[in-house]
C-alpha cells in the first residue's frame, strides 16, 4: 500500500487555495467575460489535474518493482547537485533548487536518476503547494509531428490528456501568471529530426512566459553553453551514506539485504564505486548478489553477468519462487533475441516500442534465424523472469536505457564488417552527441570487439576526418570551418578564467570519439600536447575578454587569431595527427599478422 504520509486531501486543498487566486486574477485581466464564476469553480478543474497527475507520478515502476508500481519515497534517495561553483544543492526541498535562478538544466549519465528526480520535484511542489508542476514527456514529441506548431500547442495537449479541462486561449493566459513549474523531461530522448525546431522552441518559450520555473533534464551535452537563460546543475553520484539508505530502503529478501548492507559498507563501495554510486547499478548489484561471488569490473562485463544472473535466477522479491520460462530459450538465445531487438530499436531512437514494432523485429528475426516463435512468449519472459524489459499501458521499453545499450552492442558485434561499418558511421555522424551520450554502448561496443570497432568506426572516421582538413587548406580556414565559436569563462574551482569552445556538427562527434580511442589504446590524451606551453597561451588570449563573452573566429583581432592557432595547433590538431599515425600503424600490423599466418599455414 501507499504510504502517504498527509492526507492527501489536505495537501491538494492547500495547493490550490495557494495557487489558484494568482491564476484567476490573470485569468481576469485577460478575459472579462470569464466562463468561471469564482474561484472555487476553476480550483475544481485543476484539483482534477493534480489529482490525476499526483497518482501517476508518485507511482513508479522499476526493475525493482516491476509489476505493480510503488510509491516514489518508499524506495527514493535524494541526491545532491552541483552547480558549479563547488557548492551542492540539496534537493529534498525542491526550493532549493530555485533559490539562485528559476530556469535550470539537470545533467547526470544514464543511470543516476534523472528520472525519479524530476518525479520527486513534481510531487514536492504539490506537497509544499509553493507551485502547480507541469510533466512534460519530451519524447511523446517523436510520435507526433508539431514542427508545423508551436511547443505550447504540444504542452496544451498534454496537460489536456492530463485531465487539466481548460480552454486553449484560457490555458495559454494562465502561463502568465507565474504559478507553474514545468518539468520538460528527457531532452535526449527526442529525435534528432525534431532537435533543432524543439530547442528553439523551448528557448522562446521560456523568454515569453518568463514568470514560470522551468526545469530540463538531459544527458550532458556541450550545446548547453548556449542556453544562457538557463544554469546547468549536474546530479551527484551516491556517496556511501546515500548508496546505503537507499539499499536499505528496498522492499527485498531480507537476509540477503542484511549480508549485501553490510559487505557494501565495509568495502564494496570502495571497491566498486562506479557502480555502487549510481542507483540503477546499485539495485543491480544487489539483485545479482551472491555473496562471495565477485563482481566484474567493466560495465559491460557487469550487464553480461547481471543479464545471466536475472535470466536464470528465483525471484528473490518472492523469495524462493521460481518463474517458468515460456519461450523456453537458453540464455545465449535469449541473448540474441534481445541484442537484435536492442540493435535495431536502438538505432531507430526508439525509447518505448509498442506491441506491433515487437511482432514486426521478431517476426524478421525467427525467419532470418528459422525459428518460431510467439511475441507473447518473449515479452512474458522478458519482462517477468529476466527483468530486461518493463511494460508501460501498451508500449514496452528496456528495464533501462542502458541495458537497451548494451544488448544493441552485442547485436552490432553480431553483423558482417561491411554492414557494421555502414551503420556506426552514419550513426556517429546523424548527430553530434551520438557518441557522447551513449556511453554505455561504446564502452560495451569496445569491450566486446575493441579490433573491430578500431576497424569499423575509429580508422574510417579518422580517415574522412584527415581528407576534410587538407580540403579545408590553412589553418585560418581550419578554425573557422571546426570552431562555432569561443567564450572565456570562469573555472571557480581554480579561480581563473579558461578558454571554452563549442564545435561544429561536423567535427563534433569525432572530438567525443578522440577520447574513446586514447583510452582503448592506453594512451593518457593530456601527455601528446605540451600542456604547459597551451595552458600559458590560453591565458594570455583570454586575459583581456569579458567573463561569458563569445567571440567567432572572423571577429578576432589578427594579434588574437595568431595566438588562437597556436592553441589550438598544440592540441586538437596534435591530437588528430597523433592519431593518423597510429591509424597507419594499425593498419600495417594488423595486415601483417594476418598474412603470416597465411604464409605459416601454407607452409605446413
Known amino acids: 500500500k501507499m504510504n502517504i504520509p498527509v492526507p492527501f486531501g489536505d495537501i491538494l486543498e492547500k495547493e490550490v487555495i495557494t495557487n489558484i487566486p494568482k491564476i484567476y486574477q490573470k485569468l481576469k485581466q485577460i478575459y472579462n467575460d470569464l466562463q468561471f464564476k469564482t474561484e472555487e469553480e476553476l480550483g475544481v478543474v485543476y484539483q482534477e489535474y493534480l489529482q490525476f497527475t499526483y497518482k501517476k507520478y508518485s507511482t513508479v515502476k522499476t526493475l525493482l518493482y516491476k509489476n505493480e508500481g510503488k510509491f516514489l519515497y518508499d524506495f527514493y534517495e535524494h541526491v545532491y547537485l552541483d552547480d558549479n561553483n563547488s557548492d551542492l544543492i540539496e534537493t529534498s526541498n525542491t526550493e532549493l533548487i530555485f533559490e539562485k535562478t528559476s530556469n535550470v538544466i539537470l545533467t547526470g549519465t544514464g543511470g543516476i536518476g534523472k528520472s525519479m528526480l524530476v518525479?520527486?520535484?513534481?510531487?514536492?511542489?504539490?506537497?509544499?503547494?509553493?507551485?502547480?508542476?507541469?510533466?512534460?514527456?519530451?519524447?511523446?514529441?517523436?510520435?507526433?509531428?508539431?514542427?508545423?506548431?508551436?511547443?505550447?500547442d504540444f504542452i496544451y495537449q498534454e496537460v489536456q490528456n492530463h485531465h487539466l479541462n481548460l480552454e486553449k486561449k484560457y490555458f495559454k493566459a494562465t502561463l502568465y501568471a507565474g504559478r507553474y513549474t514545468i518539468i520538460f523531461d528527457g531532452l535526449d530522448e527526442v529525435n534528432p529530426s525534431k532537435r533543432s525546431w524543439l530547442d528553439k522552441e523551448i528557448k522562446e518559450f521560456v523568454t515569453l512566459y518568463n514568470s514560470n520555473r522551468y526545469v530540463l533534464s538531459s544527458r550532458p551535452s556541450e550545446e548547453f553553453i548556449g542556453w544562457n537563460q538557463f544554469a546547468e546543475y549536474e546530479i551527484q553520484k551516491l556517496n556511501r551514506g546515500q548508496a546505503l539508505a537507499l539499499i536499505d530502503k528496498l522492499n527485498y529478501d531480507e537476509k540477503v539485504k542484511r549480508r549485501f548492507y553490510r559487505e557494501l559498507k565495509d568495502h564494496?563501495?570502495?571497491?566498486?564505486?562506479?557502480?555502487?554510486?549510481?542507483?540503477?547499478?546499485?539495485?543491480?548489484?544487489?539483485?545479482?548478489?551472491?555473496?562471495?561471488?565477485?563482481?566484474?569490473?567493466?560495465?559491460?562485463?557487469?550487464?553480461?553477468?547481471?543479464?545471466?544472473?536475472?535470466?536464470?535466477?528465483?525471484?528473490?522479491?518472492?523469495?524462493?519462487?521460481?518463474r517458468e520460462l515460456k519461450a523456453k530459450l537458453t540464455p545465449e538465445e535469449f541473448r540474441n533475441i534481445l541484442a537484435y531487438i536492442g540493435l535495431k530499436t536502438f538505432f531507430e531512437g526508439k525509447v518505448d516500442f509498442d506491441r506491433t514494432t515487437l511482432d514486426e523485429i521478431i517476426t524478421k528475426y525467427c525467419f532470418k534465424n528459422n525459428l518460431e516463435l510467439k511475441t507473447n512468449d518473449i515479452v512474458y519472459d522478458a519482462t517477468h523472469s529476466a527483468c530486461m524489459m518493463l511494460q508501460e499501458g501498451v508500449s514496452l521499453k528496456f528495464s533501462h536505457r542502458s541495458f537497451q545499450e548494451y544488448f544493441a552492442a552485442v547485436g552490432v558485434n553480431q553483423l558482417d564488417d561491411k554492414l557494421q561499418k555502414q551503420i556506426l558511421i552514419r550513426w556517429s555522424e546523424a548527430d553530434r552527441n551520438n557518441i557522447r551520450s551513449h556511453?554505455?554502448?561504446?564502452?560495451?561496443?569496445?569491450?566486446?570487439?575493441?579490433?573491430?570497432t578500431f576497424k569499423n568506426l575509429c580508422i574510417p572516421i579518422i580517415e574522412s576526418m584527415d581528407e576534410k582538413y587538407r580540403r579545408m587548406g590553412d589553418i585560418t580556414e581550419r578554425i573557422s570551418t571546426c570552431f562555432k565559436y569561443f567564450i572565456c569563462s570562469k573555472d571557480s574551482r581554480e579561480n581563473k578564467l579558461e578558454l571554452g569552445f563549442l564545435l561544429t556538427?561536423?567535427?563534433?562527434?569525432?572530438?567525443?570519439?578522440?577520447?574513446?580511442?586514447?583510452?582503448?589504446?592506453?594512451?593518457?590524451?593530456?601527455?601528446?600536447?605540451?600542456?604547459?606551453?597551451?595552458e600559458k597561451l590560453e591565458a594570455s588570449i583570454v586575459s583581456n575578454w569579458k567573463i561569458d563573452e563569445r567571440k567567432h573566429y572572423n571577429m578576432l583581432t589578427d594579434d588574437e587569431k595568431c595566438l588562437i592557432n597556436k592553441w589550438v595547433n598544440g592540441w586538437y590538431f596534435s591530437r588528430h595527427n597523433y592519431l593518423k599515425e597510429w591509424s597507419?600503424?594499425?593498419i600495417e600490423e594488423t595486415t601483417t599478422q594476418k598474412r603470416s599466418l597465411q604464409n605459416i599455414i601454407d607452409s605446413i
Not at 520527486?120 to 510520435?143: C, D, G, M, R
Not at 562471495?292 to 536475472?310: H, K, R, V
Open 119 to 152: 518525479k520527486h520535484i513534481f510531487i514536492n511542489q504539490v506537497q509544499q503547494a509553493t507551485s502547480i508542476p507541469i510533466f512534460i514527456e519530451l519524447k511523446s514529441l517523436n510520435e507526433s509531428d508539431f514542427s508545423e506548431n508551436e511547443l505550447v
Open 268 to 322: 564494496l563501495y570502495d571497491t566498486h564505486e562506479s557502480f555502487a554510486s549510481i542507483p540503477l547499478l546499485l539495485t543491480i548489484m544487489l539483485m545479482t548478489y551472491e555473496a562471495g561471488a565477485s563482481i566484474p569490473n567493466n560495465l559491460t562485463d557487469f550487464y553480461n553477468q547481471a543479464f545471466y544472473t536475472l535470466y536464470q535466477r528465483h525471484d528473490a522479491s518472492k523469495s524462493g519462487y521460481k
Open 439 to 452: 556511453r554505455t554502448f561504446m564502452n560495451a561496443l569496445f569491450t566486446i570487439q575493441k579490433e573491430r
Open 505 to 534: 556538427n561536423e567535427v563534433h562527434f569525432y572530438f567525443s570519439l578522440q577520447f574513446l580511442i586514447f583510452d582503448n589504446i592506453g594512451v593518457n590524451i593530456s601527455s601528446i600536447s605540451d600542456y604547459e606551453s597551451i
Open 584 to 586: 597507419i600503424k594499425f
